[in-house]
T-cell receptor
Framework: GAGVSQSPSNKVTEKGKDVELRCDPI?????LYWYRQRLGQGLEFLIYFQGNSAPDKSGLPSDRFSAERTGESVSTLTIQRTQQEDSAVYLCASSPSGGAGEQYFGPGTRLTVT | AQSVTQPDIHITVSEGASLELRCNYS??????LFWYVQSPGQGLQLLLK??????LVQGIKGFEAEFKRSQSSFNLRKPSVHWSDAAEYFC???????????FGAGTTVTVRA
């Protein structure tokens, strides 16, 4: 079946612009996660959605970052007034039931802020 | 502090040779343990996971990992590597009663002919 998809695959933007990244999880997966992978570093947790519960936003690095999810489907991660340190690969994952269950990752969006 | 450590940043191995990647964790209770692989331009793919039970777990692509509670380790092994195994490998954990994956910094594997 279809895996997690993300768009765009690459995004180059100028410092100060807003960007929106999209994630389509695997159908039926109730849990959705966003992670950030900066060059040469491991992945950092950003945000977690599980069903209708309030999202866990504890990993968002600043108030310029926000994310939404429509029901149990598409999620968008928005970065306002981008900075060069926001350059990274942003990865989305989904899981059938959240908790400690297996997470399935999308291919990521590579964001470059110039 | 809670952490996941992959001591080797880069490993070079000959095709056909064995491979072992180290992972150590520091958590109060044994977390759930995972190994992921990331090939160039690809997303993360789960190789194997350990939740409980048999401490030697088998994964995809001929990989296995052994959980050693006494050493707080979860090392990944493959008896004979193929050129297609060249990639970056991440050890990750989910602490007990949590859902967020915490990743090690990764180990890059280069396979030489």
């Amino acid at each position: 079946g279809a895996g997690v998809s993300q768009s765009p695959s690459n995004k180059v933007t100028e410092k100060g612009k807003d960007v929106e990244l999209r994630c389509d999880p695997i159908s039926g997966h109730t849990a959705l996660y966003w992670y950030r992978q900066r060059l040469g570093q491991g992945l950092e947790f950003l945000i977690y959605f599980q069903g209708n519960s309030a999202p866990d936003k504890s990993g968002l690095p600043s108030d310029r970052f926000s994310a939404e999810r429509t029901g149990e489907s598409v999620s968008t991660l928005t970065i306002q007034r981008t900075q060069q340190e926001d350059s990274a690969v942003y990865l989305c994952a989904s899981s059938p039931s959240g908790g400690a269950g297996e997470q399935y990752f999308g291919p990521g969006t590579r964001l470059t802020v110039t | 502090a809670q952490s996941v450590t992959q001591p080797d940043i880069h490993i070079t191995v000959s095709e056909g040779a064995s491979l072992e990647l180290r992972c150590n964790y520091s958590y109060g209770a044994t977390p759930y343990l995972f190994w992921y692989v990331q090939s160039p331009g690809q997303g993360l793919q789960l190789l194997l996971k350990y939740f409980s039970g048999d401490t030697l777990v088998q994964g995809i692509k001929g990989f296995e990992a052994e959980f050693k509670r006494s050493q707080s380790s979860f090392n990944l092994r493959k008896p004979s590597v193929h050129w297609s195994d060249a990639a970056e490998y991440f050890c990750a954990v989910v602490p007990a009663n949590d859902y967020k994956l915490s990743f090690g910094a990764g180990t890059t594997v280069t396979v030489r002919a």
